[in-house]
């Protein structure tokens, strides 16, 4: 017997993913907190998107970074499934709680009060739905119809990761020249050139950034 495809309401996944906090919003606020005016869209987190061992999967970015002042929210393509205990319901309710707490609360106890209050369970910096809130997400799920996405697969990505690139430092004088990471010139200044005991010159290029070579994948 085949699988009969779940209906969808919603061309794309900003649609969806709007209605799904309008759908939530109630939850929120029978608790006691009101969910601000948001943007949301499915978009890689601006760090640890790809990682394997800690992998992000939503990010909520505060009002203060904003231009219009909302602040605005990003779950993570690698998510497809709508109503899991991880999905993309459960890390959607994570981020509006940062929101409407802000996110300089981190995910402390102000965080973790408003985190329990509309039931995600387990730990604050991971959290995922608890057996009350996979009721409502069911609920949800359902009015909304299938999330319209399809997850991207992490393996198949067009950017390859770089490997750690060693800068060229050189002395002025004799042209004496050496290779070192970032990290090191950052960390201890530029090496010496064994001839004058001068400190060597060197320009770090535009596309190395502070997490070359120490990812988390």
Same mark, same amino acid.
Request: contains cysteine; glycine residues 6%.
């Given at each position: 017997m085949s699988k009969t495809k779940l209906h969808t309401k919603y061309e794309t996944r900003e649609a969806w993913l709007i209605a799904a906090i309008a759908a939530m919003t109630p939850r929120f606020e029978s608790k006691n907190y009101k969910v601000p005016t948001l943007r949301v869209a499915c978009g890689w987190p601006s760090s640890r998107a790809l990682?394997?061992?800690?992998? @992000?999967?939503?990010? @909520?970015?505060?009002? /203060?970074?904003? =231009?219009? #002042?909302?602040?605005q929210i990003f779950i993570s393509p690698y998510l497809d499934e709508a109503a899991s205990d991880t999905g +993309?319901?459960? =890390? &959607?309710v994570h981020e509006v709680v940062h929101a409407v707490v802000g996110n300089k609360e981190g995910h402390n106890k102000v965080f973790g009060e408003c985190?329990?209050? +509309?039931g995600l369970a387990g730990k604050l910096t991971? =959290?995922? !739905?608890?057996?009350? $809130?996979?009721?409502?997400? #069911?609920?949800?799920?359902?009015? &909304?119809? /299938?999330?319209?996405? !399809?997850? $991207?697969? $992490?393996f198949k990505s067009p950017? #390859?990761?770089? =490997?750690?690139?060693? +800068? #060229? !430092?050189? @002395?002025?004088? @004799?042209?004496?020249t050496v290779r070192t990471s970032r990290k090191w010139l950052e960390e201890a200044g530029a090496? $010496?050139?064994?001839?004058?005991?001068?400190?060597?010159?060197?320009?770090i290029p535009d596309e190395l950034d502070s997490d070359e070579g120490e990812g988390d994948e």
């Open positions: 990682s394997r061992k800690k992998r @992000c999967l939503g990010e @909520c970015w505060s009002k /203060e970074s904003s =231009t219009d #002042k909302k602040p +993309v319901l459960a =890390t &959607l985190a329990r209050a +509309v991971a =959290t995922e !739905a608890g057996p009350e $809130l996979m009721q409502k997400m #069911k609920t949800w799920s359902d009015a &909304l119809g /299938e999330y319209p996405h !399809a997850r $991207l697969d $992490l950017v #390859k990761k770089q =490997t750690t690139r060693m +800068v #060229k !430092a050189e @002395c002025g004088d @004799c042209g004496y090496p $010496l050139c064994p001839c004058n005991k001068k400190s060597m010159g060197f320009e």
